[in-house]
């Protein structure tokens, strides 16, 4: 697989700000300072997203576009949106995280063919909308060193609500022991009810498994 071109395209504000051009988006989501930004970079090996030690900084969906030609499924070329949603679990004053995701991505997924519905309607949790842009998948990146965060158990219950492809990546891997890793990594496949991908983008792991499932989504 080859990445052809990467470039950030825009900030969007809300579901008008979507391009609906009929590529395929791959959503980032996780806590602020979780590594979205740098695992960005990390990726098309280009300084393309801001990132930063102090945590918050995105307001807005930020969407890059990839160019690549191969993976699996052979050659030929293909295109897909990152969107680097804001990070959650950094609200003051209390707000749950959960809430505080889906009110900052509620657009985005909204405009992605589903609605988030209310309980009270039962059967009816997804609706097509008229624009809708296809999303093909949700990386759900959690810190490797910390698992068992309320935050980010919420916000993996409230993505599978969605019904969207959802995988689970361990960031900053390079920042633990063997023996930590294999017990974090333990947990976080207990509590999350699904097997965490270790990567690390200051030094590379797992940056081709992620490589090899972005084109799968995407193709
Ligand atoms: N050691 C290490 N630090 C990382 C890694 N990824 C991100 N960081 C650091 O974590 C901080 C937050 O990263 P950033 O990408 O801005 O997080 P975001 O808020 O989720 O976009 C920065 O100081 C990064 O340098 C990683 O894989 N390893
Ligand atoms: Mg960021």
Redesign the pocket.
């Known amino acids: 697989m080859k990445l052809l071109e990467a470039h950030f395209v825009t900030s969007a504000v809300d579901a008008r700000g979507v391009p609906q051009d009929g590529i395929p988006h791959i959503a980032l989501v996780?806590?602020?300072?979780?590594?979205?930004?740098?695992?960005i970079?990390?990726l098309t090996g280009m300084k393309l997203?801001?990132?930063?030690?102090a945590?918050?900084?995105?307001r807005l969906a930020n969407l890059y576009r990839l160019h690549a030609d191969g993976g699996p499924g052979g050659p030929g070329r293909w295109r897909v949106y990152l969107a680097?949603l804001p990070?959650y679990g950094y609200a003051r004053g209390g707000e749950a995280s959960v809430a505080e995701l889906a009110r900052i991505a509620e657009s985005y997924f909204s405009s992605g063919g589903r609605v988030f519905r209310p309980a009270s309607e039962p059967g009816l949790k997804t609706r097509p909308t008229d624009t809708p842009h296809r999303i093909a998948g949700v990386l759900h990146?959690v810190d490797s060193r910390h698992p068992g965060l309320e935050a980010d158990l919420e916000a993996g219950a409230w993505l599978d609500t969605l019904g969207v492809n959802r995988t689970v990546l361990a960031?900053?891997?390079?920042?633990l022991s063997r023996s930590e890793r294999a017990k974090n990594l333990k947990s976080f496949e207990r509590q999350l009810g699904t097997a965490p991908l270790p990567?690390?983008?200051?030094?590379g792991e797992g940056l081709d498994d992620l490589w090899t499932l972005i084109a799968r989504l995407s193709r």
């Not at 990567?199 to 030094?203: E, F, G, N, V």
């Open positions: 996780g806590r602020s300072n979780v590594g979205k930004s740098s695992l970079n990390a997203a801001r990132t930063s030690a945590p918050g900084k995105t680097d990070g990146l960031t900053k891997i390079d920042k990567i690390s983008a200051a030094k």
